[in-house]
């Protein structure tokens, strides 16, 4: 059930009408499993900062910024 949640988050991102910045709030764990998923194993072992966002909670009011590319392939 999550992980549809998170792939439909990725479609409504990719497909939205614009090209301004999109923002996303969401409770801490659902960002963690957002950045769990964008990132794959190879890069939670490489980065300090995605292995911290995989597995700490952001603190309230924290930000995030995170730069999709959708024209690699997944």
């Known amino acids: 059930m999550l992980s ?8 409504q991102i990719r497909y939205c009408e614009g090209n301004g910045p999109v923002i996303v709030v969401g409770h801490s764990f659902y960002i963690r499993q957002v950045i769990r998923k964008l990132s794959g194993s190879e890069l939670l072992r490489r980065s300090v900062v995605a292995e911290r966002l995989s597995k700490h909670k952001v603190g309230n009011a924290g930000l995030l910024h995170c730069e999709m590319d959708f024209t690699q392939p997944a």
């Open 4 to 11: 549809h949640r998170i792939d439909e988050l990725f479609s």
